[in-house]
C-alpha cells in the first residue's frame, strides 16, 4: 500500500513538471461526475442568505418654506402720516401680512412736511420704497416720471375695471403708461360750526351749489367775508365790525383755510382755478389770483378775520388744526379733513362761495403709485389691488376719501354717518364733484419742488408780516417763479 500511494505521488510530480514546462492535457469530453458523499459527511444544505441589519427610516423632508417677499409701503407724501390714521393703518397691513404667505407688506410713517427729501434721498441711495400713497398729483410731480406703468400686470391678472368711471381711469394714464387705481376724490366744501352761528344769531350757509344766502344776498366771496368777520370776537365779545375791537385779544376766528399749501390752495379755495405759469412757461399771477392775495392779506392784517401765522398756531387754534379748535367758524378743505375734526361735535357742509359767478370745488384725487424701480412689480401690483379693492373701504374711512369704486360709495357715506352722528349733508361734497377745478391747483410746474418752496415762502411771508407793500410783492415772486422756472430749461 506505501509503495502504491509513492507511485501515485510521482506521476502527480511529472504531471506538474510537464505543466510548468509548456505541456498541456485533452479536455475532458464528458462533465466530471459529481463526488459521492463520504460516510462521515452529510451534503450541506443550501443557507438562505442573511436578512439585512433593520435601518432607521427616515421620513421625507418638508420643502423649505418660501421666503417672503417684502413690500415696503411709504407713507406721507399725502394722507395717513398723521398719529390719528397709523393705528387703523397699522392693522389692515397686519390684517393683510396674515391673509397670505407670500408677501410681507411693511409700513414706514414719514412727516408730511419731510417726506419728499426723504423720499429723494431713499432714491438717490438706492434704497427706495416699492409703494408709495395715498398721494394726489402734487406729492409725486417732484418724481415724474419715476412710477411702474401697471398696464401689462392688470391685464395679466384680467383686472376688472367695470366699477370705475372710464374718465377717472384715463386720468392715470401718463407718458410712461398706466400709474394708478382710482382709489379716493375728495371734493372740497365750507366746514361751519353750528354752535358759533348759533351763539351769533347768524344762518347756516347754504349746502346748495350756487343758491342765495338766507337773506337773499349771493352767496359769494363777498358775503363769506361779511360773516366771518362778524363771527371774529375779541376777549371782551366785541366783532371784527365793532370799532372797539381788539385785533390783539381774538378768541375767536371767522374763517382760515386750514392746513394750505399756499398760494395755489388759497386761491383756487375760493377764486377760482388757475396756475402760475402760463402756456408758454412763463411765470403769472392772473388778475383774479392777485386780488385773492389782496383779499387774505387784508383779512389778517387789517380786517382781521383771519388768523396770521402768530393766531395759527397758537393753543387757541389748536396748534394748526384750526377748525378743530372749536374757535374757528368756517373753514375750507376736502372731503379727507374728516380725519381730524373730533373735538367739534357740532360741524356741517354747506357749498363753496361763487367768485365773479363762478363755482369751483377744488379737486384732489389720491391713489397708490409703485416706483419702477421695484424689484418685485407683480407683487407691488397685487398689494395696490388689495388696497384698492378689498381694504379699500377701511383705508376711505382713515382718511376721509370718497370711492372712487361706485359700488362702495354708498356704504362709505354710512360709515360717515355712524363717525358724526350730528348729521352733516354728504349731499354737498357729492355735488362739489360738478365744479372741479382746471387746471388742478396741484398741477406742476418747471423745477417744481424749487418752485413750490417759492411759493411757500411767498405765503409765510403774507401771514406773518403786517407791513408788506403786498403789490410788490406780487412782481417779486413773479420774477423769482420765473429765474426758477428758466433753471428748468
Not at 137 to 144: A, D, Q, T
Amino acid at each position: 500500500m506505501r509503495k502504491l500511494n509513492f507511485l501515485v505521488v510521482l506521476l502527480v510530480v511529472a504531471s506538474m513538471l510537464l505543466t510548468a514546462c509548456g505541456g498541456s492535457t485533452p479536455a475532458p469530453t464528458e462533465e466530471p461526475a459529481a463526488p459521492e458523499p463520504t460516510a462521515t459527511e452529510a451534503p450541506k444544505a443550501t443557507e438562505e442568505p442573511a436578512a439585512p441589519e433593520p435601518t432607521a427610516t427616515k421620513e421625507p423632508e418638508e420643502p423649505a418654506a418660501e421666503e417672503k417677499v417684502t413690500i415696503r409701503w411709504f407713507v406721507g407724501l399725502g394722507a395717513g402720516s398723521e398719529p390719528e390714521n397709523i393705528p387703523g393703518q397699522d392693522a389692515l397691513v397686519e390684517e393683510f401680512n396674515n391673509s397670505q404667505d407670500k408677501i410681507e407688506l411693511v409700513v414706514e410713517y414719514v412727516d408730511y412736511e419731510q417726506a419728499p427729501d426723504v423720499l429723494s434721498t431713499q432714491i438717490a441711495g438706492g434704497n427706495p420704497p416699492d409703494i408709495v400713497g395715498p398721494v394726489g398729483w402734487s406729492g409725486v410731480n417732484p418724481f415724474e416720471g419715476l412710477f411702474l406703468d401697471m398696464e401689462p400686470y392688470l391685464e395679466e391678472m384680467n383686472f376688472d375695471w367695470s366699477d370705475f368711471a372710464d374718465a377717472s381711469v384715463d386720468a392715470y394714464r401718463l407718458e410712461e403708461g398706466l400709474v394708478g387705481i382710482p382709489f379716493a376724490v375728495y371734493p372740497s366744501f365750507i366746514y361751519y360750526n353750528r354752535d358759533l352761528f348759533d351763539e351769533a344769531g347768524l344762518d347756516y350757509p347754504p349746502h346748495e351749489w350756487g343758491a342765495d344766502y338766507a337773506d337773499g344776498d349771493p352767496w359769494n366771496v363777498e358775503k363769506l367775508e361779511e360773516l366771518a368777520m362778524l363771527l371774529t370776537v375779541d376777549a371782551n365779545g366785541n366783532d371784527a365790525t365793532s370799532p372797539d375791537f381788539d385785533p390783539e385779544n381774538i378768541v375767536q376766528f371767522g374763517y382760515h383755510t386750514v392746513w394750505s399749501d399756499g398760494l395755489r390752495t388759497d386761491c383756487a379755495a375760493l377764486f377760482g382755478a388757475d396756475e402760475v405759469v402760463d402756456e408758454d412757461g412763463n411765470a403769472y399771477l392772473s388778475g383774479e389770483w392777485r386780488e385773492c392775495v389782496r383779499w387774505h392779506y387784508s383779512g389778517i392784517h387789517e380786517k382781521h378775520f383771519i388768523p396770521n401765522q402768530t393766531y395759527e398756531t397758537s393753543d387757541l387754534l389748536g396748534n394748526d388744526n384750526t377748525f378743530n379748535s372749536g374757535n374757528l367758524a368756517m373753514t375750507h378743505s376736502h372731503l379727507w379733513y374728516t380725519c381730524c375734526v373730533e373735538e367739534v361735535p357740532n360741524w356741517d357742509a354747506a357749498a363753496v362761495p361763487s367768485y365773479n359767478g363762478e363755482l369751483t370745488s377744488k379737486l384732489h384725487a389720491d391713489t397708490f403709485r409703485i416706483l419702477a424701480s421695484t424689484e418685485h412689480p407683480k407683487e407691488a401690483v397685487e398689494v395696490v389691488v388689495w388696497m384698492t379693492g378689498e381694504a379699500a373701504p377701511d383705508l376711505l374711512q382713515i382718511y376721509g376719501g370718497m370711492p372712487a369704486r361706485q359700488s362702495q360709495q354708498d356704504a362709505f357715506f354710512e360709515g360717515l354717518n355712524d363717525q358724526f352722528p350730528q348729521g352733516v349733508d354728504w349731499q354737498v361734497a357729492i355735488d362739489g364733484l360738478n365744479y372741479p377745478d382746471v387746471p388742478n391747483h396741484e398741477s406742476n410746474m418747471p423745477n417744481y419742488s424749487k418752485a413750490f418752496d417759492r411759493l411757500w415762502a411767498f405765503h409765510t411771508l403774507m401771514t406773518s408780516e403786517a407791513d408788506l407793500d403786498i403789490e410788490a410783492e406780487m412782481d417779486t415772486l413773479v420774477d423769482e417763479l420765473q429765474a426758477i422756472f428758466d433753471e428748468a430749461e
